[in-house]
């Protein structure tokens, strides 16, 4: 395999450990994927993907590019397609970020709390809170848009 293709393979593999982690928590260990993998009847050892994501294993076998992808729940084109794996990236960083607004968000206790009450709502009254949340959550989004247009150099007031 050139090394451009090795290389690029790392990378591909090196992103999607801090991309794609549990619960919002620190990014899977190399023996955390090892270990998955080999339950989908890969044989793989955590050093071999260390190897990988160095780019010091410059062959891998078709498997062994296949079954991280998969772990990941990334398609393994990504791995060799530079227009899937740009397309991929984006995803996964908006997945991450709003995955991450979620974990705090729930962390808040009013958050919990409003959950808790919406909960014990009738579906109609439910449907009612959430129409005025979002009648808020646009308002609020209005209200930052234009607070960022005036504090951009070159524009009215900024």
Known sequence: MPEEEAASLADELS???PTVRPDCGPEYSTEQVAASIREMGVSIWQSYIWQRRKGR????????????????????????????????????????AAETRWW????????????????????????????????VYRLEQ?????????????????
């Open 15 to 17: 992103r999607l450990f």
């Open 142 to 158: 209005a209200e930052r848009r234009a607070a960022e247009a005036t504090d951009r150099p070159g524009t009215v007031g900024g």
């Open 57 to 96: 294993e410059t062959d891998p076998t078709l498997r062994h590019v296949q079954a991280p992808a998969s772990f990941f729940g990334a398609p393994s084109a990504s791995c060799f397609e530079d227009a899937v794996t740009d397309r991929i990236t984006g995803q996964l960083e908006l997945l991450a």
């Open 104 to 135: 705090e968000a729930a962390q808040r206790s009013y958050v919990q709390l409003t959950a808790l009450r919406a909960g014990q709502l009738s579906p109609k009254r439910r449907a009612q809170v959430m129409g005025l949340l979002d009648v």
